[in-house]
């Protein structure tokens, strides 16, 4: 009788992981690890926190994908010897500062590193053994900002303070820390990555471009201008399961971080572009700067490409939206004068719906003569940084260790 229990409740897990199983691409890195996570990530943060959604609406989704996120963070090693963190306020705001021994470190350099998370997921301490590994290659002192996150503060506050931490540190804080003033470098991933290209650009407004001896983009959001690109079609024609970052999620992001109402009818607009008015799909600006022309041919390579796409506009959204649709405060590609920022490096994954858009800031860069490289990971996706165990990991880290070697 056990037995048949045990074969029945067997049978049903099988089926119920075949009707959820969804294919990850066959390039994939660390594919059978990520397959794993992804689906629990989309059980537990989609389909869970969908309901979660419906029923409570968007910010109790929020957090619950905060708690689900810092789970695995719970069973952190503890901090190597060499290692000593603090966390301070540095012009108010919360950081962490990790500060290496003398027998790690060998620089003078400092860097800054701003977090990903959609500005309103994720803490610095998530990413802690990211930062054992870039002060163990580097030699560096870290300072990683706990900006506060949104809803519960809206842009451009988290700008704002990372500004103020910049300033700050450049100017106050370097024989408390012990580092170079002249030698900081400013690095962060996906919406961390946003604010590194936004907070260059206002510092080269100010006249304070010297602060930063280099810029490092990982992964990063660039604008919020195009939910059609060739990597968004790939996501639709070749992976929709990937909970690491969806366009739903993604748009949920930006309401959340700009203050308009995260309905799920918004939410799914945005997925298709109708948050764009057709004022702005038809400007010269944006025709010439989100141009499917300039990226390369290997990214058509892999899907059906549609190239003509004409979105319906929700005109209320879209009216709410253009004032941040033409704000190189969120969407940094639309900088006007990109001349003299610090030396920047581009980390851009094969599979990742933001590869298109840190393509296109290189060029932009480029177009500045900005020293600009750009590395693409083609089989890594988003996130990839802070996969435990992974060469795509150890290859990015190596590549941001000898830039910021070449550059402080
Ligand atoms: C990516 O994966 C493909 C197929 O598995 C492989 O042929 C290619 O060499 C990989 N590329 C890199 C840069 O590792």
């Known amino acids: 009788m056990s037995l048949i229990v045990f074969l029945i409740l067997v049978a049903f897990v099988i089926a119920l992981i075949?009707?959820?199983?969804?294919?990850?691409?066959?390039?994939?890195?660390?594919?059978?690890?990520?397959?794993?996570?992804?689906?629990?990530?989309?059980?537990?943060?989609?389909?869970?926190?969908?309901?979660?959604?419906?029923?409570?609406?968007?910010?109790?989704?929020?957090?619950?994908?905060?708690?689900?996120?810092?789970?695995?963070?719970?069973?952190?090693?503890?901090?190597?010897?060499?290692?000593?963190?603090?966390?301070?306020?540095?012009?108010?705001?919360?950081?962490?500062?990790?500060?290496?021994?003398?027998?790690?470190?060998?620089?003078?350099?400092?860097?800054?590193?701003?977090?990903?998370?959609?500005?309103?997921?994720?803490?610095?301490?998530?990413?802690?053994?990211?930062?054992?590994?870039?002060?163990?290659?580097?030699?560096?002192?870290?300072?990683?900002?706990?900006?506060?996150?949104?809803?519960?503060?809206?842009?451009?506050?988290?700008?704002?303070?990372?500004?103020?931490?910049?300033?700050?540190?450049?100017?106050?804080?370097?024989?408390?820390?012990?580092?170079?003033?002249?030698?900081?470098?400013?690095?962060?991933?996906?919406?961390g990555g946003n604010l590194v290209a936004v907070l260059c650009q206002r510092l080269l407004k100010e006249g304070k471009q010297n602060y930063l001896k280099c810029q490092i983009l990982i992964y990063p959001v660039i604008h919020a201008l195009d939910f059609h690109s060739p990597s968004f079609q790939y996501y639709h024609q070749g992976y929709k399961g990937m909970a690491m970052l969806n366009p739903t999620q993604l748009a949920r992001f930006y309401l959340l971080y700009l203050g308009i109402e995260p309905t799920l009818k918004n939410m799914r607009d945005i997925t298709e572009n109708a948050h764009l008015s057709p004022k702005l799909l038809e400007s010269t600006k944006y025709k010439s700067l989100i141009d499917h022309s300039l990226l390369p041919e290997s990214f058509f390579s892999n899907i059906e490409y549609e190239k003509?796409?004409?979105?319906?506009?929700?005109?209320?959204?879209?009216?709410?939206?253009?004032?941040?649709?033409?704000d190189s405060n969120f969407c940094a590609i639309l900088g006007d004068n990109l001349k003299g920022l610090p030396p920047a490096m581009v980390l851009t994954c094969g599979i990742d719906i933001l590869r298109d858009e840190g393509f296109l800031y290189t060029r932009r860069l480029q177009s500045f003569d900005v020293p600009t490289k750009w590395f693409h990971y083609e089989n890594a996706t988003h996130g990839h940084l802070n996969l435990p165990g992974s060469k795509q990991r150890k290859q990015m880290l190596d590549d941001i260790t000898a830039f910021v070697k070449c550059h402080l």
């Open 18 to 191: 075949s009707v959820l199983y969804i294919p990850l691409p066959q390039n994939l890195a660390d594919r059978r690890k990520l397959q794993v996570l992804e689906m629990l990530l989309r059980i537990s943060n989609e389909y869970f926190g969908d309901l979660v959604e419906i029923l409570f609406g968007t910010r109790v989704r929020n957090k619950l994908t905060r708690f689900l996120v810092g789970l695995p963070y719970m069973f952190q090693p503890k901090p190597p010897k060499w290692c000593t963190i603090k966390s301070e306020k540095i012009a108010g705001v919360k950081c962490r500062i990790y500060l290496p021994d003398k027998t790690r470190k060998t620089s003078d350099g400092l860097l800054v590193f701003v977090h990903g998370g959609g500005w309103c997921i994720m803490r610095p301490r998530f990413y802690d053994s990211v930062m054992y590994s870039l002060i163990a290659r580097t030699g560096c002192t870290v300072v990683s900002i706990d900006y506060t996150l949104s809803p519960e503060v809206q842009y451009p506050y988290q700008i704002l303070e990372c500004q103020r931490v910049i300033e700050t540190l450049y100017e106050e804080k370097h024989s408390e820390y012990g580092f170079n003033k002249e030698k900081i470098a400013l690095l962060g991933d996906s919406a």
């Open 308 to 326: 003509t796409y004409k979105p319906s506009c929700n005109n209320e959204l879209a009216e709410k939206f253009y004032k941040f649709a033409t």
